[in-house]
């Protein structure tokens, strides 16, 4: 069982910068895929930011150039740092992480474990 436990969050003007952060029960964490998802009110859940066993990374078009996800594997923590940030960028965001997947294809919902979320408010 991992656990994923999410923070980081806030209320923040567009242009400013947040950086979550995603701690794992587990250092099995990273050897598979992990990603960051958001959801915002009346909308389905999406991917903004993927990153698999060798480490590469994938983005949403909408993010793309002004966040980053990273993982320290020391800390068993997975990062996404958001630059730039634009009122539409508001959204609880989650982790997800499943060992059992080297690379992050398919249906990225039905990974294995997801943290609570984290809030982010962006406003103009």
């Known amino acids: 069982q991992v656990q994923l436990v999410e923070s980081g969050g806030g209320s923040v003007q567009a242009g400013e910068s947040l950086r979550l952060s995603c701690a794992a029960s587990k250092s099995s964490y990273s050897s598979g895929c992990m990603g960051w998802f958001r959801q915002a009110p009346g909308k389905e859940r999406a991917v903004v930011a993927t990153?698999?066993?060798?480490?590469?990374?994938t983005y949403a078009d909408s993010v793309k150039g002004r966040f980053t996800i990273s993982k320290d594997n020391v800390k068993n923590t997975l990062y996404l740092q958001m630059n730039s940030l634009k009122p539409e960028d508001t959204a609880m965001y989650y982790c997800?992480?499943?060992?059992?997947?080297?690379?992050?294809?398919?249906?990225?919902?039905?990974?294995?474990?997801w943290g609570q979320g984290t809030q982010v408010t962006v406003s103009s």
């Open positions: 990153s698999d066993s060798r480490g590469t990374t």
């Open positions: 997800a992480a499943d060992p059992t997947r080297a690379y992050c294809m398919g249906n990225l919902a039905t990974l294995r474990y």
